[in-house]
């Protein structure tokens, strides 16, 4: 029987049947190989955001490249902006420009003019800007290293000079001669100034501004030097600091800080004198954070402390504690600055080296170096390299990575006192005009405005979904419910777009005249509805039966139509009566509230109409299939149909009903146009529902486009996108389970 | 029967009725809504009567104002002194008028407020005209004659003006297609052919004899437009203000002109048609506040088009996947609620998405590779049309997924074992009945996809819509569709006219009757979804029983 039935299928046939397996399998693994790939590229989303938003939390990295010699009596060394020529001064004043790769010299030169000798240790070597050199005779020698870069034959080309920013001759800053113990300098567009201490503890301080009325070329420019008094300490100062603006001199000696207010260059004042170390402990090292508002002050206990002036009650300047470093064990060494950053790095007595960002308050990195007596340090402008030399002259490179040091958890979201401010606060301030601009990324805020906008989009949304769909499900006229319920699904296919701009252009001039007819019409419309419930219960059957149960919407939606006129209508002469015909500015005298046009009432209504939609479909669905036995017996039992809805059916259906709101609370924190056109978009942290805010999905599509790639702005946003990514997957993870959960018990029952 | 009020409230019956109020007004919200962007966008285009009135302050000459009535509001006399506003001492509430004054290089503003109380006399003169011009928005006044060049034209003006603007139009298209068109394809040309150049890769003597081509067709292309905007400037009409300023305006600024208290309904009807058809197919005037959209739909269509050319496939079969070979268990049915989740992530998560990962990390690598000669010019490396395509192609391809999975779930399953039955395989049976039958909901899903892409506006911020693209993204130029191009979007035109635009009062009109048109679009979709979905529900109902 089978050979007969094999000798029927004809070779031909065979490789037909073949063919087809093999397009059978073809189909399948297009179809898994297709189908793999859409969940593959579903899920990079995930992986994506995660990859970019990664560096920011990672930690520096700091690996040794290469060792050269520098000369043994080594005073001063910094760095051109890549790291790779190095600016050396020895103690004689001999200057050297050293290529970083091999130590090979590219100019040499001496910097003290003939006949004058250098007094290494009381100079003002800084690591940018000029250098103020101490010479015998109390007086001083400024220069600056400049590196001019060329192109030629597409080839980058430094060639180091040195540059005399108030001409060659030295200037006189001591007012009665003597010999300079410490100097220091600031210098700005044209002014430059110089303070000074002499062995005998008498501070002055220099000015130097152009010749007045001479506005000839460079090479003739002149300058005047104004020197005067400012104190007589005890002591030749330790450390003499400058800010970079010269409005503030800072004379340390021993333990204390002398904070001066030199604004006025006539006449320096002192503000305050302040213990910056508890007794027993020495200040071992001071230096400026980059912008010159703060000072870092090192001590031998291996702490490095943030000091800044900041404004009191009185409005007075008193220097003050900020932040305190502690990765170091021994004596801080050295503390040197970064240039762009409010970062710096700082290395003790053993060559144990931190890196640390003051405002993210993030050790980045604390290694050993490998080499102890460490008496200099130098970073890049770029902070891409790091050279630290021993006193002896053995000089180590490293390469430094060090990307994101400013974003820590902290930072993000906790409050962060920022230089200038009188307090930490919670700020967003991703970009500024003004050039030494540091970013303050805290996403409290942003964070703060999206919750605010999902609390009164639902705090409308949810009674409106929630009563509507128990209405449509289980009271209304199942012909009347087909034409509503899609109604109203289809509002969830509006674009957000028009709803924004209606709500921005609109709503929210309407709402600012009509204050009062909106709060009142929330009030007057259920009341008015159990009023026409009540006098509609008195009226004769025969008219009873015109409108029957299940059709009161043909009743209602007129009565709310005039009721909403009613309100709207009496608004301005309410508004007249009491409030002196303005009410925002009745709210602003009286209570001090600010009312913003576009606030949160106005996103509260045009994000709840968005919302409201998703959270009806789904709870009314979870509300219709609640099975009937359940129902029926209930009414059997005795129950008024209202009776059996709160007690048996909103019961049962509670799941779906909270799996509803979950979803509309995840459209709500996505939710982008509306907050963005009917909000001011400022990141205020207020609860008032008449101000506005920024959520984090606005800022988003407003920043990202102006972000620079890979910059810390730009991951910050990557991060915004990955908090509402997770967000509000988990709510619809959440409300999806428990809708699963739902069908299986219905399924049950 | 009276019902006691004990027994009114036992019943449940008022909290019944408030449910009742809560659905009422739930689609009073909606269909106000709608009402509220009908009657404003279709507004627009009749033409409005232009009054003249006459502004009587206290001590001063009275001012003689023609323009259009916009709105008509009170409002607490309080409210406008606060605002600096000159309101007499004793009103507490104030009636004043919002009217469209037009003049803007004459008089400033184009919009100004009137306190009814100030207004002496409103009337309708028949002869008033509007001016609607290519830039500095309308003019409002009287025509006293039309001038050629520099002299009085005799005769009727208005059959002179007709003729008039008529040459005017041509002329106007002329330059317009020379300009755009013309001009932009030999500069193209020479883009490209600088390109070459840069790459070496054709001999120079080449490029030399195709660039002295090029540059010799873009020197006769300016000779001829300059004769061109010679003639078109030969034409100006005379005309008069309220308040008797005389003035000439050249006839080349001019897109019509019309006494809309003289017309007759006909003619009113007839000037409605136009502005309509000019909304829908021409290009924006005057930063996008007067015009059409032609160039938003289309930038809306095109993408959405390219996005659906992507999204059909690959959400299809991701749904077959999951429904006919991935083993059912807890891993597929995690993907299937993670690919259910994924509809419900902000669109801006995925505009970042694109933005980093597209636009930077793929368009960053494509110009690496093949368009470095262009560099440091980006051509995919930038937001652009396909990177829209695809960013919302990965937003929408849940809604695919998820709409076939239910049309494959809806198939009974006896159509499946009656064909593998009949020995049909696997890929037979799908491809020759399943999917087939599948196909209504593809369509949902698709549509519903398209309505989704066609109204999201966040996203696409980030990933290539501009607000005045220079070019369509289709033109006649090698290679037709430009993918790397920036383009114009429905959506975000709402969103840029109505909040970036300098002049917000001027734009409102028209961004209603974008927002019109835009929801015209997305409901048609919808319904047509919905249409669909019912229509195979019923069909498979009948098919299981």
Known sequence: MSDALFSEVTKAELAHRGWRMVKDRIFGVVMGVGGVTVIIALVTIFFYLLWVVFPLFKSATLAPTHDIRLPATLAHLSLNEHGDVMFVVEADGTYRFVSAADGAELKTGSLVPEGATLQAGASAFRSHGPLALALDGGRVSIVTPVYRVSF???????????????????????????????????????????????????????????????????????????????????????HLLIDVDQQELYVVTGREIGFYNIRDKEKPKLVETVQVVPPGVDVTDVQFLAGGTSLLVGDSRGHVAQWFPVRDEANNFRLTLVREFKALDKPVRRIEPEYFRKGFAAIDVDGHLALYHTTSERTLLSTATGIAGVSTLAISPRAETLVAVTADGAARQFALHNEHPEVSLSSLWGKVWYEGRAQPEFIWQSSSASND????????????????????????????????????????????????????????????????????????????????????????????????????????????????????????????????????????????LFFGGNLPRWLGTEFGMTYDQRNSLVV?????????????????????????QLTTGSLALGATPWQTMARVVLLTASPGIFSAVMIGLGRAVGETMIVLMSTGNTPVMDLSIFQGFRALSANIAVEMPESEVNSTHYRVLFLAALVLFLVTFLFNTVAEIVRQRLRTRYGNL | MRASFNRWVGSGSPWVWITAGAVSLSLVMVFGLLILIAANGLAHFWPARVALIEHQLPDAAPERVLGEIVDRETVAAARVRDAGGQVPADATVVERLLIKVGNRDIGGSDFRWFAAPEIATTTYPPDAVVIERDEWGNLYGYVKGLREAGEPVAGDWQTELVTRLERRHALHETIERIQKDEIGAVNYALERLRLRERAKSTGEEDVAAEKARLEAAYEELTTTLAARVAEIERDSLLFVTAAGDEREVPLAKVVRVYAPNAMPVTRKIA???????????????????????????????????????????????????????????????????????????????????????????????????????KLPTPTFGTPGLLWSSLTLA??????????????????????????????????????????????????????????????EVAPLMMVGV???????????????????????????????????????????????????????????????AIRIRNRLREKYNGAET
């Open chain 1, 152 to 238: 030629p034959n597409d080839v980058r080309t430094i060639e180091p000079d040195i540059s005399h920013p108030v001409g060659t001759e030295p200037l006189e800053v001591l007012s009665a001669g003597g010999e300079i113990a410490r100097v220091a300098i600031a210098s700005g567009d044209d002014n430059t100034t110089i303070a000074a201490s002499d062995v005998n503890g008498r501070l002055t301080m220099a000015h130097v501004a152009p010749a007045e009325g001479l506005m000839l070329d460079e090479e003739d420019l002149s300058f005047e030097t104004s020197v005067v008094d400012v104190a007589a300490l005890p002591a030749p100062a330790d």
């Open chain 1, 437 to 576: 601009f540091e970013p303050k990324f805290s996403l409290t805020p942003l964070t703060f405005g999206t919750i605010k906008a999902a609390f009164y989009a639902l705090f409308f949304a949810v009674p409106l979904a929630i009563l509507g769909a128990i209405y449509t499900a289980y009271f209304m006229h199942p012909k009347m419910r087909a034409v509503v319920k899609p109604s109203i699904e289809i509002m969830a296919a509006l674009p957000t777009v028009i709803l924004g701009f209606l709500a921005g252009l609109w709503l929210a001039p309407l709402i600012e005249t009509h204050l009062i007819g909106v709060f009142s019409a929330m009030l007057v419309m259920p009341l008015s509805v159990v009023v026409m419930s009540w006098v509609w219960a008195q009226l004769p059957d025969g008219v009873q039966r015109l409108i029957p149960p299940g059709r009161e919407l043909l009743l209602i939606v007129p009565l709310l139509i005039v009721m909403l006129w009613i309100t709207m209508a009496v608004s301005q002469p309410i508004e007249q």
């Open chain 1, 604 to 628: 509260g209504i045009a994000m709840g109409f968005a919302v409201i939609p998703n959270i009806y479909s789904i709870s009314e669905d979870a509300i219709f299939a609640v099975p009937r």
């Open chain 2, 271 to 373: 000037h409605y048609g136009t502005k309509l058809w000019e909304f829908v197919a021409d290009e924006p005037r005057e930063a996008n506040t007067e015009g059409g959209v032609f160039p938003a739909i289309f930038g809306t269509v095109l993408m959405v088009i390219i996005m659906s050319i992507v999204v059909t496939p690959f959400g299809v079969i991701a749904a077959v996947y999951l429904r006919e070979y991935a083993r059912p268990g807890p891993v597929t049915s995690a993907i299937r609620i993670a690919v259910n989740n994924l509809a419900g992530v902000p669109s801006v998560v995925y505009g970042v998405f694109g933005f980093g990962f597209f636009v930077y990390f793929v368009g960053g690598s494509i110009d690496q590779a093949f368009f470095a000669d």
């Open chain 2, 394 to 455: 990965l937003l929408t391809v849940p809604v695919v997924i998820v709409a076939t999975e239910e049309g494959l779930t809806r198939i009974p399953r006896a159509i499946r074992e009656g064909s593998l039955a009949l020995g049909a395989t696997k890929a037979e049976t799908l491809w020759r009945t399943v999917l087939p039958m599948a196909t209504p909901a593809m369509m949902t899903g698709l549509i519903l996809a398209v309505a989704r892409a066609a109204g």
């Open chain 2, 466 to 528: 501009v607000k005045l693209a220079p070019a369509l993204p289709l033109d006649g130029n090698f290679p037709y569709l430009h993918l790397d191009r920036k383009f114009m979007h429905l959506g975000f035109h709402i969103y840029d006219v109505g909040f970036q635009s300098p002049n917000v009062e001027a734009a409102r009109p028209l961004v209603y009757s974008t927002a019109l048109l835009l929801v015209i679009i997305i409901m048609s979709l919808n319904l047509a």
